[in-house]
């Protein structure tokens, strides 16, 4: 592959393929999404809130929904910058991890109190119940239970009156559109940062 790119940007299900690829490859092998992960997606995720927020570092992060890749993602990020990490969704769907910082709840309400940063990703197929979804669903009246200035942040695609309900989307909560712009920019310093290239 090095004859024909000076590196690999690689979207597919299996992480360890990815693993695989990068152990015999000789030029940087990037993981754009995987079944358990979503680095890129995650890291501009983070440094838009950073830009948000002087003190993100310090801020309580509450994932709500399944262990998707995004909340794999989160609480990979969340161990090596020590973030306050929680995930509240129903149990057996919790993420299957030993971090110190990673906390799980199945009450809602009781978790959204002391959180800054909310975050969601679309809902799999056994989950998209009435049930669940009056359970879960992040509203603007869930939100209000939530710190001062505190954000919303959905994965797209986001689907209204799912994970998120649609008046939610138009609050001043929700920066999921805002977001996305960054991505562009942080996947080009991804591709810098692997090929080596210094751009100060």
Same mark, same amino acid.
């Given at each position: 592959?090095?004859?024909?790119?000076?590196?690999?940007?690689?979207?597919?299900?299996?992480? *360890?393929? $990815?693993?695989?690829?990068?152990?015999?490859?000789?030029?940087?092998?990037?993981?754009?999404?995987?079944?358990?992960?979503?680095?890129?997606? $995650? +890291?501009?995720?983070?440094?838009? $809130? &950073?830009?948000?927020?002087?003190?993100?570092?310090?801020?309580?992060?509450?994932?709500?929904?399944?262990? &998707?890749?995004?909340?794999? &993602?989160?609480? *990979?990020? *969340?161990?090596?910058?020590?973030?306050?990490?929680?995930?509240?969704?129903?149990?057996?769907?919790?993420?299957?991890?030993? +971090?110190?910082?990673?906390? @799980?709840? *199945?009450?809602?309400?009781?978790? +959204?109190?002391?959180?800054?940063?909310? =975050?969601?990703?679309?809902?799999?197929?056994?989950?998209?119940?009435?049930?669940?979804? /009056?359970?879960?669903?992040?509203?603007?009246?869930?939100?209000?239970?939530?710190?001062?200035?505190? =954000?919303?942040?959905?994965?797209?695609?986001?689907?209204?009156?799912?994970?998120?309900? /649609?008046?939610?989307?138009?609050?001043?909560?929700?920066?999921?559109?805002? @977001?996305?712009?960054?991505?562009?920019?942080?996947?080009?310093?991804?591709? +810098?940062?692997?090929?080596?290239?210094? $751009?100060?």
């Amino acid at each position: 592959m090095k004859n024909w790119g000076d590196g690999v940007i690689v979207r597919h299900p299996d992480t *360890s393929t $990815i693993r695989e690829i990068a152990k015999h490859a000789s030029i940087p092998i990037i993981n754009a999404m995987s079944s358990d992960h979503h680095p890129c997606e $995650i +890291l501009s995720d983070l440094y838009s $809130i &950073s830009q948000m927020k002087e003190n993100y570092r310090e801020l309580k992060y509450t994932y709500v929904g399944p262990a &998707s890749n995004i909340c794999k &993602s989160w609480a *990979s990020v *969340s161990k090596v910058m020590d973030l306050d990490y929680h995930h509240v969704c129903a149990k057996e769907h919790e993420l299957n991890a030993d +971090l110190r910082n990673y906390k @799980f709840y *199945s009450d809602l309400e009781s978790t +959204l109190v002391n959180s800054d940063v909310i =975050l969601t990703d679309s809902l799999p197929a056994e989950l998209q119940t009435k049930e669940y979804i /009056e359970q879960y669903q992040i509203t603007t009246s869930r939100m209000e239970l939530t710190r001062s200035d505190s =954000l919303l942040n959905p994965c797209p695609p986001f689907f209204r009156n799912e994970e998120v309900s /649609e008046e939610v989307i138009s609050s001043d909560y929700f920066v999921g559109y805002g @977001f996305k712009k960054n991505l562009i920019y942080l996947q080009q310093a991804v591709i +810098l940062y692997c090929c080596g290239i210094n $751009i100060e």
